[in-house]
T-cell receptor, first 112, second 111 residues
Framework: DAEITQSPRHKITETGRQVTLACHQT?????MFWYRQDLGHGLRLIHY???????NKGEVSDGYSVSRSNTEDLPLTLESAASSQTSVYFC???????????FGDGTRLSIL | GESVGLHLPTLSVQEGDNSIINCAYS??????FIWYKQESGKGPQFIID?????DKRQGQRVTVLLNKTVKHLSLQIAATQPGDSAVYFC??????????FGTGTRLQVFP
């Protein structure tokens, strides 16, 4: 069955370190998204991509970057981790506009 | 489990009763709406969607109602079961594929 997987599921790191979270989908979806979920804020969009070589900033993109070198993967990089980036991160994909987004099970990231 | 908010509105229902979860959306130009279910430690799971040219859509044990006049969306769950206990989010989509999520409602099912 097609799916979307995130790795790692849990990570602890130190401030200032570079961190990369992986997202891999096997649906061959063009659209991929990264969200963070925090107490009191719900899901907030970090970055998104509509296809290979396409990336766009979401509402909370500062301190994050993504790259899309193939259809299946959209890794999220924290260039210099900050404690404010401690959160749960979700990746999602969709077949296109007006189609539901399907989510992975998240990465819990703690920055000490 | 993963964080979904300590101060979420909570709906408590008895097993077997029907549940109605409400959501107010913000953009009158939104043309697509989705309901998600999120269990502890899991990502949001798609339940049902509806487009703005419809008022009602039914799935298995779930019905979504859309009232564009008052920008209101509801999710009805028939014969609620313990496995329905979760946080439920509505989401709206405007002109692009970006979704705007509500903060969620926690559904608790008791025997």
């Amino acid at each position: 069955d097609a799916e979307i997987t995130q790795s790692p599921r849990h990570k602890i790191t130190e401030t200032g370190r570079q961190v990369t979270l992986a997202c891999h989908q096997t649906w061959n979806h063009n659209n991929m998204f990264w969200y963070r979920q925090d107490l009191g804020h719900g899901l907030r969009l970090i970055h998104y991509s509509y296809g290979v070589q396409d990336t766009n900033k979401g509402e909370v993109s500062d301190g994050y970057s993504v790259s899309r070198s193939n259809t299946e993967d959209l890794p999220l990089t924290l260039e210099s981790a900050a404690s404010s980036q401690t959160s749960v991160y979700f990746c999602a994909s969709s077949a296109g506009t007006g189609q539901p987004q399907h989510f992975g099970d998240g990465t819990r990231l703690s920055i000490l | 489990g993963e964080s979904v908010g300590l101060h979420l509105p909570t709906l408590s229902v008895q097993e077997g009763d029907n549940s109605i979860i409400n959501c107010a959306y913000s953009n009158s130009a939104s043309d697509y709406f989705i309901w998600y279910k999120q269990e502890s430690g899991k990502g949001p799971q798609f339940i049902i969607d509806i487009r703005s040219n419809m008022d009602k859509r039914q799935g298995q044990r779930v019905t979504v109602l859309l009232n564009k006049t008052v920008k209101h969306l509801s999710l009805q769950i028939a014969a609620t079961q313990p496995g329905d206990s979760a946080v439920y989010f509505c989401a709206e989509k405007g002109g692009t594929d970006k979704l705007i999520f509500g903060t969620g409602t926690r559904l608790q099912v008791f025997p």
